[in-house]
């Protein structure tokens, strides 16, 4: 690949996360490279200078209406949309566009996982990565967790690393083309990505490209079976929490045909979706290091004590017998139905909703209505929330901005209830991702339950 490569420089387009993984990448194959960026800051340039072998040219604050010459390949970030016109220009000059997954990929010269689906990928990928490790892999957790697949494909070069678990979206799937896992999961489906994807169906096929390789053991949710079409052949190995399955509940435990593997109790996840992440995660286990894997005590250890992340219902402060649960990272209707099925009672949640819209349903938040005692809607969607709410006749407030929206919830929380925020959207209108999101629902949540008065009343005075 690298001698390919070096017929002429890439083109690397986009430096965030994937961008700067791949650029130092290519630097650490030796390859000739460039860099393309809409924008123009310090932070770039900085970043450029900084790699050890410097790239051929920058197109920093890039114009579609710019020159540019042609290139072999572009690496081109999941961020460029099909309309975007840049996008369009680097089509022009390109002989073939791929993505930041597919250059690191076929540079790590190792056999990969990969973890596809609406809700529950990271969690999942990272449960996995510590199961293969608990079971004498060198494995990590990397793609769209943060720890680009590049950077793993560098360790993987360096002799630190045997099998990257990766987490792949949709938007990296639409632009590559069919992957060769070892073994892949597709965990769910569910609407999101509508805007990106232009239909469900089409966001389904993007999901299901990851199982595309007849060769690949395939982990798919019992749910789903009904959209996924094997190749010919090919099996693939189920899991449910309430279907029957290869890996399913039985007893109180999670089990392997019949057999059990770990009781419910000693899991230190909780909530319904997240057995379902341990199941998805056992039958990868299982794929690749044999079907006794999931039964070794080092495995089951690791599988009771894990727990997932910061922004996945992270319960951070109890006070005044009040719940605050942080779930940011729930970005669509059905983790926010996960969570409110973890969490919830009898009208006793006060949910925080809202964002930025990605053309999704939130009719799908019917079956979890019965939890919530108020809600609290933020964002550039919200009246499109509030309309579907008051339908309902759900009760809710409409605030114009997040310290609002958040002083608002806790005033209507009192002993017993529980402050969430699982927003049902993403969430770059206010914020720079879900972890600022997250973090700052945080630093809020123990402003506000510091004080006696209710924020309003701070207000007032």
């Known amino acids: 690949m690298t001698s390919e490569l070096n017929g002429g420089p890439v083109l690397i387009a986009g430096c965030g996360v994937s961008g700067r993984a791949a650029a130092r990448l290519a630097a650490r194959l030796g390859i000739a490279f460039a860099l393309l960026d809409e924008q123009d800051n310090d932070s770039l340039r900085a970043f450029a200078a900084s790699l050890p072998k410097q790239p051929e040219s920058v197109f920093f604050g890039f114009r579609a209406e710019d020159p540019l010459p042609h290139f072999s390949r572009t690496i081109l970030s999941p961020g460029f949309r099909a309309g975007n016109p840049v996008r369009a220009k680097l089509a022009e000059v390109s002989g073939q566009l791929l993505g930041e997954l597919e250059f690191a990929l076929e540079s790590c010269g190792k056999p990969f996982v990969g973890i596809t689906g609406t809700n529950g990928k990271t969690t999942t990928t990272e449960l996995t990565a510590e199961l293969f490790r608990a079971a004498g892999v060198r494995a990590c957790a990397c793609g769209n967790n943060g720890y680009a697949m590049s950077d793993a494909a560098?360790?993987?070069?360096?002799?630190?690393?045997?099998?990257?678990?990766?987490?792949?979206?949709?938007?990296?799937?639409?632009?590559?083309?069919?992957?060769?896992?070892?073994?892949?999961?597709?965990?769910?489906?569910?609407?999101?990505?509508?805007?990106?994807?232009?239909?469900?169906?089409?966001?389904?096929?993007?999901?299901?490209?990851?199982?595309?390789?007849?060769?690949?053991?395939?982990?798919?949710?019992?749910?789903?079976?009904?959209?996924?079409?094997?190749?010919?052949?090919?099996?693939?190995?189920?899991?449910?929490?309430?279907?029957?399955?290869?890996?399913?509940?039985?007893?109180?435990?999670?089990?392997?045909?019949?057999?059990?593997?770990?009781?419910?109790?000693?899991?230190?996840?909780?909530?319904?979706?997240?057995?379902e992440n341990a199941l998805a995660s056992l039958a990868l286990l299982s794929a690749v290091k044999g079907e006794d894997a999931p039964f070794d005590p080092a495995v089951t250890d690791a599988l009771a004590k894990f727990e997932s992340g910061p922004h996945r219902l992270e319960r951070f402060l109890t006070a005044d017998g009040i719940q605050y649960i942080n779930d940011s990272k729930a970005t669509n209707p059905h983790a926010v139905n996960a969570a409110l099925e973890a969490v919830g009672g009898d009208r006793n949640v006060v949910i925080l909703l809202g964002g930025l819209d990605k053309d999704m349903d939130f009719a799908e938040l019917a079956p979890s209505l019965k939890h919530l005692k108020h809600a609290v809607v933020f964002g550039s969607c919200g009246q499109k929330i509030t309309a579907y709410l008051e339908k309902e006749a759900v009760p809710f407030s409409l605030c114009a901005t997040f310290p609002e929206a958040v002083g608002d919830a806790v005033a209507h929380a009192v002993s017993g209830d529980v402050v969430l925020l699982s927003p049902a959207t993403a969430s770059m209108d206010m914020f720079r991702d879900y972890r600022d999101r997250g973090d700052q629902f945080k630093d809020l949540c123990r402003k506000f339950a510091a004080h006696a008065r209710t924020p309003m009343e701070q207000t007032a005075k």
């Open 154 to 275: 560098i360790d993987c070069l360096d002799g630190k690393l045997d099998l990257p678990v990766v987490e792949i979206s949709s938007f990296q799937l639409e632009i590559m083309p069919v992957p060769h896992p070892v073994a892949a999961a597709v965990l769910n489906l569910a609407s999101d990505h509508i805007d990106r994807h232009g239909s469900m169906e089409a966001y389904a096929a993007a999901k299901f490209k990851l199982l595309g390789d007849p060769a690949a053991a395939c982990v798919v949710n019992a749910r789903i079976l009904d959209r996924f079409k094997p190749a010919a052949g090919q099996r693939a190995c189920t899991f449910s929490a309430d279907m029957p399955a290869d890996f399913t509940l039985k007893d109180g435990a999670l089990a392997f045909r019949g057999h059990a593997i770990l009781p419910i109790e000693k899991l230190a996840l909780k909530g319904v979706h997240n057995l």
